[in-house]
């Protein structure tokens, strides 16, 4: 389904100056409460979590749990509590395993699993070996790898020692008799901050400012088996405070605090500073060889933003950093990657109209444009989408959840041969100037097919022993799965589209189904679900 396609440059004079003001009309609303939330969120296929806290008395609250199942489109679940804590740790989610880290100043960390995708939870298990009542600081990390969940806390111990760590290898439902030290040998006044943890599959890397004194030190420590072990004690990575790390199991990013980024390439064990990047950095983001900064120039507070992007782990970057001038002054900036796109979100006041924005790249940081739709909270991204979830100036609290630029399903499919249902996917950032895929999967082998789709409603029509979700549906566009002809579920198909450049095309909907020829379904064919891609 090709379409015409030109080059546009995008420029970000005044940036959001035209940006409108309001959520889209597919956005959900996650709090119909109004009570004040902030959720995390995780993603697992089709699945979306998230948790917020909601304030209660005294500083405690519920730990408010929302679910999605179809890409974010629709949130059935929403403010069921799960837990009560005084504050919100993390979330992570792999498979239909998910876990959530609360914690308490008293009775410290706690996590709470579900098995099911969200669909039950079990209760919250201390994680913490200390005998009650513990010294807690409210600053956690938490990694889910597998069944193996690792925490890391900052408890003040009459015994010594501020910063934990433990393990479960079963969830979080059980952990280990005893809690790990990791800053042996660390003098500490307690006022512990900022604690990351970075991890990719069993190498794990946590950072933490650790003051003495008057002095503040950036520390660094990593375990290579898991969480199983830690180094003896932890090594400095910066003498000074850090407010961003960045990294992965081969290279390791610190920025600290009016001062260059620093880079290890040997686990933490060295550190040399970063030259080339061309600004200061707030936040930095790394996946593989891609490195994103965002910052200003040489430190000075200003509302003119730079970024830049490394593409060798950052021995070098792109000649000048991309200027962003005029712009709104903005908190907490997040730099996020995601396949080959890059993403900036600039949270601004929250009165202000609109509440936030993202910028995306997709040439490794030469240009950037403004993606249309209002971002002011949380910000998700993967390699097929982003999902935002946002206030909007004049509305309070109310919360709301959409898809920025991605894909979401709708309905379902129906049986083929063997049973097996044909699956339709979304695959790719469906952004102006890129090209994203349908994907057909699990249809029947060696067997002709088609394509539609719709830029107008979708719709519920029964359609034999299928379900037609679109009106007025452009097409067909045939196809031939591969596989062994009429083997079951053992069928694919791709077609890709290529997005125009226009901004004309930004908040567009596309939605598009696939059907199948299959002589041993009701009909003599199979649907598969429908899927909505969301341009910007």
Same mark, same amino acid.
Do not use: C
């Given at each position: 389904?090709?379409?015409?396609?030109?080059?546009?440059?995008?420029?970000?004079?005044?940036?959001?100056?035209?940006?409108?003001?309001?959520?889209?009309?597919?956005?959900?609303?996650?709090?119909?409460?109004?009570?004040?939330?902030?959720?995390?969120?995780?993603?697992?296929?089709?699945?979306?979590?998230?948790?917020?806290?909601?304030?209660?008395?005294?500083? =405690?609250?519920?730990?408010?749990?929302?679910?999605?199942?179809?890409?974010?489109?629709?949130?059935?679940?929403?403010?069921?509590?799960?837990?009560?804590?005084?504050?919100?740790?993390?979330?992570?989610?792999?498979?239909?395993?998910?876990?959530?880290?609360?914690?308490?100043?008293?009775?410290?960390?706690?996590?709470?699993?579900?098995?099911?995708?969200?669909?039950?939870?079990?209760?919250?298990?201390?994680?913490?070996?200390?005998?009650?009542?513990?010294?807690?600081?409210?600053?956690?990390?938490?990694?889910?790898?597998?069944?193996?969940?690792?925490?890391?806390?900052?408890?003040?111990?009459?015994?010594?020692?501020?910063?934990?760590?433990?393990?479960?290898?079963?969830?979080?439902?059980?952990?280990?008799?005893?809690?790990?030290?990791?800053?042996? #040998?660390?003098?500490?006044?307690?006022?512990?901050?900022?604690?990351?943890?970075?991890?990719?599959?069993?190498?794990?890397?946590?950072?933490?400012?650790?003051?003495?004194?008057?002095?503040?030190?950036?520390?660094?420590?990593?375990?290579?088996?898991?969480?199983?072990?830690?180094?003896?004690?932890?090594?400095?990575?910066?003498?000074?405070?850090?407010?961003?790390?960045?990294?992965?199991?081969?290279?390791?990013?610190?920025?600290?605090?009016?001062?260059?980024?620093?880079?290890?390439?040997?686990?933490?064990?060295?550190?040399?500073?970063?030259?080339? =990047?061309?600004?200061?950095?707030?936040? +930095?983001?790394?996946?593989?060889? !891609?490195?994103?900064?965002?910052?200003?120039?040489?430190?000075?507070?200003?509302?003119?933003?730079?970024?830049?992007?490394?593409?060798?782990?950052?021995?070098?970057?792109?000649?000048?950093?991309?200027?962003?001038?005029?712009?709104?002054?903005?908190?907490?900036?997040?730099?996020?990657?995601?396949?080959?796109?890059?993403?900036?979100?600039?949270?601004?006041?929250?009165?202000?109209?609109?509440? #936030?924005?993202?910028?995306?790249?997709?040439?490794?940081?030469?240009?950037?444009?403004?993606?249309?739709?209002?971002?002011?909270?949380?910000?998700?991204?993967?390699?097929?989408?982003?999902?935002?979830?946002?206030?909007?100036?004049?509305?309070?609290?109310?919360?709301?959840?959409?898809?920025?630029?991605?894909?979401?399903?709708? #309905?379902?499919?129906?049986?083929?041969?063997?049973?097996?249902?044909?699956?339709?996917?979304?695959?790719?950032?469906?952004?102006?100037?890129?090209?994203?895929?349908?994907?057909?999967?699990?249809? !029947?082998?060696?067997?002709?097919?088609?394509?539609?789709?719709?830029? #107008?409603?979708?719709?519920?029509?029964?359609?034999?022993?299928?379900?037609?979700?679109?009106?007025?549906?452009?097409?067909?566009?045939?196809?031939?799965?591969?596989?062994?002809?009429?083997?079951?579920?053992?069928?694919?198909?791709?077609?890709?589209?290529?997005?125009?450049?226009?901004?004309?095309?930004?908040?567009?909907?596309?939605?598009?189904?696939?059907?199948? +020829?299959?002589?041993?379904?009701?009909?003599?064919?199979?649907?598969?679900?429908?899927?909505?891609?969301?341009?910007?």
């Amino acid at each position: 389904m090709p379409l015409a396609r030109r080059d546009v440059t995008f420029a970000l004079a005044g940036l959001a100056a035209a940006l409108p003001a309001q959520v889209p009309g597919h956005a959900v609303l996650l709090n119909p409460s109004g009570a004040r939330l902030s959720p995390l969120l995780a993603r697992t296929g089709d699945t979306v979590h998230g948790v917020g806290h909601r304030a209660h008395l005294l500083g =405690m609250g519920f730990i408010d749990y929302f679910r999605s199942a179809d890409g974010g489109r629709t949130w059935p679940v929403r403010e069921v509590a799960i837990g009560y804590a005084t504050h919100l740790g993390g979330i992570a989610a792999e498979g239909d395993l998910v876990v959530v880290l609360i914690q308490s100043p008293w009775l410290g960390p706690y996590t709470i699993t579900s098995t099911d995708r969200g669909l039950s939870w079990a209760q919250p298990v201390r994680v913490s070996q200390a005998p009650l009542p513990a010294s807690q600081m409210i600053t956690a990390a938490l990694h889910l790898s597998g069944s193996t969940v690792n925490v890391a806390w900052f408890e003040n111990r009459a015994s010594g020692g501020f910063v934990w760590t433990n393990r479960s290898l079963d969830s979080g439902f059980t952990w280990q008799a005893n809690d790990t030290r990791l800053d042996v #040998g660390v003098l500490s006044n307690g006022n512990v901050q900022t604690m990351k943890l970075l991890a990719e599959g069993p190498i794990l890397h946590l950072f933490w400012n650790n003051p003495t004194g008057t002095v503040w030190l950036t520390l660094h420590q990593r375990s290579l088996d898991g969480g199983a072990t830690w180094l003896a004690a932890p090594q400095v990575a910066w003498n000074g405070p850090a407010q961003s790390f960045g990294g992965d199991a081969n290279t390791l990013f610190v920025v600290p605090q009016q001062a260059p980024a620093l880079r290890s390439v040997d686990a933490g064990q060295t550190w040399t500073q970063v030259t080339g =990047m061309g600004l200061q950095p707030l936040d +930095l983001a790394a996946d593989g060889a !891609r490195v994103l900064a965002v910052g200003q120039a040489g430190g000075v507070p200003t509302v003119t933003i730079q970024l830049n992007m490394s593409q060798d782990r950052g021995v070098t970057w792109l000649p000048a950093p991309y200027t962003i001038t005029q712009a709104r002054s903005f908190v907490s900036p997040k730099a996020r990657l995601a396949g080959d796109a890059a993403f900036v979100q600039f949270p601004f006041g929250a009165n202000d109209a609109p509440t #936030g924005v993202v910028v995306q790249s997709d040439d490794g940081g030469v240009h950037w444009r403004l993606v249309h739709g209002e971002a002011g909270d949380g910000l998700l991204v993967s390699a097929d989408g982003t999902l935002v979830t946002t206030r909007q100036a004049g509305s309070g609290e109310a919360l709301y959840a959409y898809v920025q630029e991605g894909h979401t399903s709708l #309905g379902q499919g129906s049986p083929g041969t063997g049973g097996v249902v044909p699956l339709l996917q979304g695959t790719g950032l469906p952004g102006l100037g890129r090209t994203f895929a349908l994907d057909v999967d699990g249809a !029947r082998g060696g067997s002709p097919g088609a394509w539609f789709a719709t830029f #107008g409603a979708t719709a519920n029509v029964p359609l034999g022993s299928a379900t037609l979700y679109l009106q007025q549906p452009i097409g067909p566009f045939g196809f031939t799965t591969s596989g062994v002809p009429g083997a079951a579920g053992a069928g694919t198909a791709s077609l890709p589209i290529a997005v125009p450049a226009s901004p004309s095309f930004a908040g567009l909907r596309l939605a598009s189904q696939a059907f199948v +020829l299959d002589p041993v379904a009701a009909g003599g064919f199979t649907a598969t679900r429908a899927v909505e891609t969301w341009i910007r």
